[in-house]
């Protein structure tokens, strides 16, 4: 497998064995694959693994026409799964502070 180091805790690999691109992520202590992207009749797919966030059993179509755009456009979503589950959390939060004080105003 050769590996793209662009920051210590995300890159991206090429697995050989498999012929698919890996984005390894450390967001604690180890290092974790949180996406993976493969070539199937030619378009792009990738299979996202973002623990607490984005878990799913289908593969994601993806719009790009290289790997490069591809790599970009699983960076990109991979965000805007965090956003969306920050954004719940958040709704989840609020709606729990009203009911406190929805009941101490009773």
């Not at 009749?41 to 996202?48: I, L, P």
């Not at 799913?56 to 026409?65: C, G, H, Q, T, V």
């Not at 456009?73 to 799964?81: A, Q, S, Y």
């Amino acid at each position: 497998m050769s590996k793209n180091y662009s920051n210590k805790d995300k890159y991206w690999e090429y697995d050989e064995e498999d012929l698919n691109y890996k984005l390894h992520f450390t967001r604690f202590y180890e290092d974790e694959i949180i996406a993976t992207i493969f070539h199937d009749c030619g378009a792009f797919y990738a299979d996202f693994e973002i623990e607490d966030t984005y878990e799913s059993d289908e593969p994601y179509d993806l719009y790009a026409e290289t790997i490069e755009e591809a790599k970009l456009e699983v960076e990109e979503k991979i965000v805007e799964f965090v956003q969306e589950q920050i954004e719940y959390l958040q709704s989840w939060i609020h709606k729990f502070k009203s009911t406190d004080e929805n009941e101490n105003h009773e």
